[in-house]
């Protein structure tokens, strides 16, 4: 054999078994699932949570007070993504669905979930009519309702039995509330349901990661009672910088303290973003 011919074959041999192991790197990488990133998004004196699920489908819990949600959404939404598969209406107050109907012209909804309550308001009344004109389905929700997007459930823990076409003298305390499993992971959205009613979900599946304060904080928000048997590490308010409610109020603050939980604001931190893959979460 001749010596060229041997040193041909020798850098074939290494081309070979350098090709064989970039092969094997290449397609033989575990492909990572995405995480679940959940954005309690800045929109002042209000509510709204934008959620992306690992499979790349979204939801998203409340619209907040007006169009600054579109400039939230802008920000942690894919720039081609112009479906949302699950929008929320925790109650129609102005703080939670006035965002939505800017959505509803800007983003093709796949479904609604609310609760059907009775609210003479022309807002809510605006936003039905979108929902009718855009043959979108509006299921009217109540405790045992379940969706599932892969392992990602969505429960709703309230209102116990449904309200639809119903009055409620106080619409915070027809708000839905639900929680989101995602395996070990999970997070509580309280809506505005007061404490006082809160004690009806005492002995429901309430123990969780993360808990979405009610109402914006107020007094009224949160009890000894709840935050005992919900036992938190995070909790996210969402409220308006200096807002004329006074909202988060010191009692609720100096509640959370006590139990040592960690406390994310949405008027001093901006938009919050939390990260589960399901075992354990990260607050960016
Ligand atoms: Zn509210």
Redesign the pocket.
């Known amino acids: 054999m001749s010596r060229t011919k041997s040193v041909g074959q020798f850098i074939f041999s290494i081309l070979f078994i350098l090709g064989i192991i970039f092969l094997i790197t290449t397609f033989n990488k575990p492909q990572a699932a995405g995480d679940l990133k959940v954005y309690f998004l800045d929109v002042g004196?209000?509510?709204s949570t934008y959620i992306k699920l690992p499979s790349g489908k979204d939801i998203l819990i409340d619209g907040g007070p007006d169009n600054s949600v579109l400039n939230q959404l802008g920000k942690v939404m894919d720039f081609a993504d112009r479906e949302i598969n699950l929008v929320i209406l925790s109650?129609p107050?102005a703080?939670?669905l006035n965002g939505l109907l800017e959505v509803l012209d800007r983003y093709k909804i796949d479904q609604v979930w609310e609760t059907g309550v009775e609210y003479p308001s022309s807002t809510y009344d605006s936003f039905k009519e979108k929902i009718k004109n855009q043959n979108i389905p509006d299921k009217f929700v109540k405790a045992g309702d379940t969706i599932y997007f892969g392992d990602i459930k969505i429960s709703i823990l309230y209102p116990l039995s449904g309200l639809e076409k119903k009055t409620i003298d106080n619409l915070?305390n027809a708000s839905i509330v639900n929680r989101l499993d995602n395996n070990k992971f999970s997070i509580l959205f309280s809506?505005?349901l007061e404490k006082d009613i809160q004690k009806q979900l005492l002995d429901k599946n309430i123990f969780t990661d993360v808990l979405k304060v009610a109402?914006?904080g107020s007094e009224n928000g949160l009890s000894e009672d709840f935050l005992n048997v919900v036992r938190p590490e995070i909790a996210v308010i969402s409220v308006g910088y200096d807002n004329k409610y006074g909202h988060p109020a010191s009692s609720v603050i100096s509640l959370l303290k006590k139990y040592a939980v960690k406390i994310y604001r949405t008027d001093q931190n901006g938009t919050v973003e939390i990260d589960s893959n399901g075992k354990g979460y990260w607050v960016k």
Do not use: E, K, V
Request: proline share 0%.
């Open positions: 004196q209000g509510d109650h107050h703080d939670h915070n809506g505005d109402h914006h």
